[in-house]
């Protein structure tokens, strides 16, 4: 098959990908719009060829911190991806009402603040409660891409939240502790009230001892064990982080490694037409 550009290897996955698949974390930077870095390969057309290869129809779009809060790009993209398309914007809290409902009719279903690195964030911990008055009217969600010790200091406010979260990558669990850590009960506790998914993307963030990742497998498995209803899996492609970039084949086959083919499907299908209105 065709080479894909960030993604290593060119084989498909092991096990096709069921109908209606979705991949609910990419990014795509698209320098033909402000605030993104000199790119390559990293455009919508791009990732058509990794669509392609992997058998997933639906996808996700989450807004590139390069873009800033400036949805341009987003929108660009989910106009060409139809509806087959969502998206999850990055936006201020003082944004006009105008803007979230343009957002909304263009196939815009949450708002992610990724705060784990608060140097290159565009946003901080103190927006979330103003943000998630904002989104709640619209059905929409937060998306929180946090370490597991943001998740478990904030635990209290997260809780009173307004709108449903989705947390990014496995909720970052240290791979030596992974479910042992409190940031894991916590989000137990929101997926168990019916309040929260959290996105199995990643495992390369979510270990110390590289591929196949077994140490993100147990963080996965957990998950899985406790609430399959509230799971979705994610690429992340382009994977901006890492040099070596992993088989997004791979990264796919493990999820039915990890959950069963039974469970694999439905996480795939069912759980992104919920969560996002597909």
Known sequence: MTAVPHSSGTAPPRRAAPPGACDAHLHVLDSRFPGAAPTSGMTLADYRLL???LGTTRAVLVQAKHHGTDPSALLDALARLGPDGRGIAVLPPDAPE???????GAGVRGLRLSLWN???APLAMADIP???ARVAPLGWHLQLHLTAAQIA????TLADLPCPLVFDHMARLPPEEGPDHPAFAAVARLLAAGRAWVKLSGAYLNTRTGPPYPDAARIARAFIAEAPERL????DWPHVTEAQKPDDAELLDLLSDWAGPRQADRILVDNPAALYGF
């Open 232 to 235: 979705v899996w994610g690429s």
């Open 98 to 104: 105008a803007e979230f409902r343009r957002l909304d």
């Open 51 to 53: 669509q392609r290869r």
């Open 130 to 132: 103003a943000l998630a």
């Open 118 to 120: 608060p140097a290159d």
């Open 153 to 156: 200091e904030a635990a209290g």
